[in-house]
């Protein structure tokens, strides 16, 4: 039997902090080329799991396989976008510096950028629109300017698996338009994306398929399949409210705020 | 002119001019790492760290610089196994063992005979005592020390800057960091005959702090950290030539008299 590996597999995994375990027993698949939003309260972990698929938090038990191998077997094909506060701002480097590191994974340590490097690079900060921001040091943008310096990074990265985290949180119109866009980009290019996001609308709108998890997996499927309200009281308790057209709020005034997210709420 | 030939007609001043210059360079380059990644504070505890290796070579007419390499390895590893696992913070354990290496250092110096003179010229550096075999091993150390950080200019850009991106790329980030702080021994070590142990953490954050304040970029950062450096170190030294002073502390004088003009400047011009 001839079995197609599916892009991202995650087996019985348990994540956490030393002794601690924020995420038990979570097992999901990603196909080819989906957009996967991942929702659940304040402090349930989303954080945690995008560190691990990144590779930068080992698992406690279980594995994650790309393309039906362990983590570490590809060099780049995962890219991922920082919460904006996790980024050192007044560290020295232009935008074009930062948007060249997405090639560090190709270039390998000693080589220098080559003419094709320095063309993706450039086209990747026009697809962003920021190309007239190349020589501006980081630190003198603004905060959807800034986001959209490491959306660039991570095209030029040329991933197959790109994961966000909270890249809808702070930020201006124009830069959820352009992140939005950059989304149904990477599609067209079948590249897998796994977002985390606080609009349980948008994830309802603009998403293949939900992952809905509180320190576990609660649901996980098409948004139809999740979003049924046995679920969201599963994972957000009371502090959900369904109106009747079916918006979704979610009211997280005062969480154990234990991975920083801020405060959103859905539209 | 005569005034800044004269003090070359004389050998040591020489070897010491050019063992300044080369310390000065050196610190300033490994330094922009030391400012950007925080780590002034271990900088400054690996300086006097390796104090009672010097000391200890020196009572026993050993190699300065080889007593002192070792006192750094050693210091650098207590300190990661006094904060493995989280037993106490990292900057707790530093904190514990610079205390303890520069008591120890002085309690072992305490029992020469020489004691004020050794003890001195350890602290604040002997640059007129630079002999030909010293100014070898300094250039040869600081040349080995400057290309490693040229080679590794981008995997080291990736760690200091974005670790996550430094996870993605599989970069070995651990060995990485531990290399940079073998690095950041190495220069304490090579310039503790210039600026001496107390003086040398001055050198590795001032003439970089002043650049981060004149750049945006990392290698131009680095270029203009080192061309500071050098300068202090040049008219350190014929300030300490013409008014009598000790050379360590003329030199630092001079790149904090550089920071002050580059504070000011960027004051003036961001108004």
Same mark, same amino acid.
């Given at each position: 039997?001839?079995?197609?590996?599916h892009r991202l597999e995650i087996e019985n995994a348990s994540i956490g902090y030393g002794e601690k375990v924020v995420m038990r027993d979570l097992s999901f698949q990603v196909p080819h080329g989906a957009r996967v939003a991942v929702?659940?309260?304040?402090?349930?972990?989303?954080?945690?799991?995008?560190?691990?698929?990144?590779?930068?938090?080992?698992?406690?038990?279980? +594995?994650?396989?790309?393309?039906? @191998?362990?983590?570490?077997?590809?060099?780049?094909?995962?890219? $991922?976008?920082?919460?904006?506060?996790?980024?050192?701002? +007044?560290?020295?480097?232009?935008?074009?510096?930062?948007?060249?590191?997405?090639?560090?994974?190709?270039?390998?340590?000693?080589?220098?950028?080559?003419?094709?490097?320095?063309?993706?690079?450039?086209?990747?900060?026009?697809?962003?629109?920021?190309?007239?921001?190349?020589? +501006?040091?980081?630190?003198?943008?603004?905060?959807?300017?800034?986001?959209? /310096?490491?959306?660039? +990074?991570?095209?030029?990265? @040329?991933?197959?698996?790109?994961?966000?985290?909270?890249?809808?949180?702070?930020?201006?119109?124009?830069?959820?338009?352009?992140?939005?866009?950059?989304?149904?980009?990477?599609?067209?290019?079948?590249?897998?994306?796994?977002?985390?996001?606080?609009?349980?609308?948008?994830?309802?709108?603009?998403?293949?398929? /939900?992952?809905?998890?509180?320190?576990?997996?609660?649901? $996980?499927?098409?948004?139809?399949? /999740?979003?049924?309200?046995?679920?969201?009281?599963?994972?957000?308790?009371?502090?959900?409210?369904?109106? @009747?057209?079916?918006?979704?709020?979610?009211?997280?005034?005062?969480?154990?705020?234990?991975?920083?997210?801020?405060?959103?709420?859905?539209? | 002119?005569?005034?800044?030939?004269?003090?070359?007609?004389?050998?040591?001043?020489?070897?010491?001019?050019?063992? =300044?210059?080369?310390? !000065?360079?050196?610190?300033?380059?490994?330094?922009?790492?030391?400012?950007?990644?925080?780590?002034?504070?271990? !900088? *400054?505890?690996?300086?006097?760290?390796?104090?009672?290796?010097?000391?200890?070579?020196?009572?026993?007419?050993? *190699?300065?610089?080889?007593?002192?390499?070792?006192?750094?390895?050693?210091?650098?590893?207590?300190?990661?196994?006094?904060?493995?696992?989280?037993?106490?913070?990292?900057?707790?354990?530093?904190?514990?063992?610079?205390?303890?290496?520069?008591?120890?250092?002085?309690?072992?110096?305490? =029992?020469?005979?020489?004691?004020?003179? *050794?003890? #001195?010229?350890?602290?604040?550096?002997?640059?007129?005592?630079?002999?030909?075999?010293?100014?070898?091993?300094?250039?040869?150390?600081?040349?080995?020390?400057?290309?490693?950080?040229?080679?590794?200019?981008?995997?080291?850009?990736?760690?200091?800057? *974005?670790?996550?991106?430094?996870?993605t790329l599989r970069l070995p980030a651990e060995l990485l960091r531990n290399l940079m702080l073998v690095l950041l021994a190495l220069t304490v070590v090579v310039s503790l005959q210039t600026v001496g142990v107390s003086l040398a953490a001055a050198m590795l954050v001032t003439p970089a702090a002043t650049a981060y304040l004149l750049t945006r970029r990392l290698f131009p950062m680095m270029l203009v950290s080192a061309l500071i450096g050098a300068? =202090?170190?040049?008219?350190?030294?014929?300030? #300490?030539?013409?008014?009598?002073?000790? #050379?360590?502390?003329?030199?630092?004088?001079?790149?904090?008299?550089?920071?002050?003009?580059?504070?000011?400047?960027?004051?003036?011009?961001?108004?």
């Amino acid at each position: 039997m001839t079995h197609t590996p599916h892009r991202l597999e995650i087996e019985n995994a348990s994540i956490g902090y030393g002794e601690k375990v924020v995420m038990r027993d979570l097992s999901f698949q990603v196909p080819h080329g989906a957009r996967v939003a991942v929702v659940g309260p304040n402090g349930a972990g989303k954080s945690t799991l995008f560190k691990a698929l990144v590779g930068i938090l080992p698992l406690q038990s279980g +594995r994650i396989l790309i393309h039906g @191998e362990s983590l570490g077997t590809h060099k780049d094909c995962v890219a $991922y976008i920082p919460q904006r506060e996790d980024v050192d701002w +007044r560290f020295p480097v232009t935008v074009s510096d930062v948007v060249m590191m997405g090639r560090f994974g190709q270039l390998g340590w000693f080589h220098r950028p080559s003419k094709m490097d320095k063309q993706l690079v450039r086209k990747s900060m026009e697809q962003m629109g920021i190309a007239d921001l190349a020589e +501006r040091s980081i630190g003198q943008l603004s905060g959807g300017q800034q986001q959209r /310096v490491f959306l660039a +990074r991570a095209i030029a990265q @040329e991933p197959h698996i790109l994961l966000m985290d909270e890249p809808f949180t702070g930020v201006d119109v124009t830069t959820q338009e352009t992140t939005l866009n950059l989304l149904d980009h990477l599609r067209s290019q079948h590249v897998t994306t796994i977002v985390s996001t606080h609009d349980l609308n948008l994830a309802a709108s603009r998403f293949d398929l /939900v992952l809905l998890i509180n320190h576990k997996l609660i649901a $996980y499927g098409t948004p139809r399949e /999740v979003f049924v309200s046995e679920n969201l009281a599963q994972a957000f308790g009371n502090s959900l409210l369904v109106m @009747e057209n079916g918006m979704m709020l979610v009211d997280e005034c005062c969480p154990p705020d234990e991975e920083h997210h801020q405060h959103a709420e859905a539209k | 002119m005569n005034w800044l030939l004269a003090p070359l007609a004389y050998q040591f001043m020489q070897r010491g001019l050019l063992a =300044s210059v080369i310390v !000065g360079v050196l610190c300033a380059v490994m330094g922009t790492y030391v400012v950007l990644r925080g780590m002034a504070f271990l !900088g *400054d505890a690996m300086a006097h760290a390796i104090l009672p290796g010097v000391a200890i070579a020196y009572i026993f007419k050993g *190699d300065l610089l080889l007593g002192a390499g070792i006192a750094a390895v050693a210091v650098a590893l207590a300190i990661g196994l006094f904060s493995k696992d989280g037993a106490v913070k990292e900057d707790t354990a530093i904190g514990i063992l610079f205390a303890a290496a520069l008591s120890l250092g002085v309690a072992l110096i305490s =029992s020469m005979q020489t004691y004020a003179v *050794d003890l #001195s010229h350890i602290l604040f550096g002997n640059v007129l005592g630079v002999s030909p075999s010293d100014l070898w091993m300094i250039a040869g150390l600081s040349l080995a020390i400057l290309l490693t950080v040229g080679l590794l200019f981008k995997p080291f850009l990736v760690i200091s800057f *974005d670790p996550v991106l430094a996870a993605t790329l599989r970069l070995p980030a651990e060995l990485l960091r531990n290399l940079m702080l073998v690095l950041l021994a190495l220069t304490v070590v090579v310039s503790l005959q210039t600026v001496g142990v107390s003086l040398a953490a001055a050198m590795l954050v001032t003439p970089a702090a002043t650049a981060y304040l004149l750049t945006r970029r990392l290698f131009p950062m680095m270029l203009v950290s080192a061309l500071i450096g050098a300068l =202090s170190s040049i008219i350190g030294l014929y300030l #300490s030539y013409y008014f009598n002073i000790v #050379s360590g502390s003329a030199i630092v004088l001079t790149a904090t008299l550089f920071f002050l003009l580059a504070f000011l400047w960027k004051r003036i011009r961001g108004t």
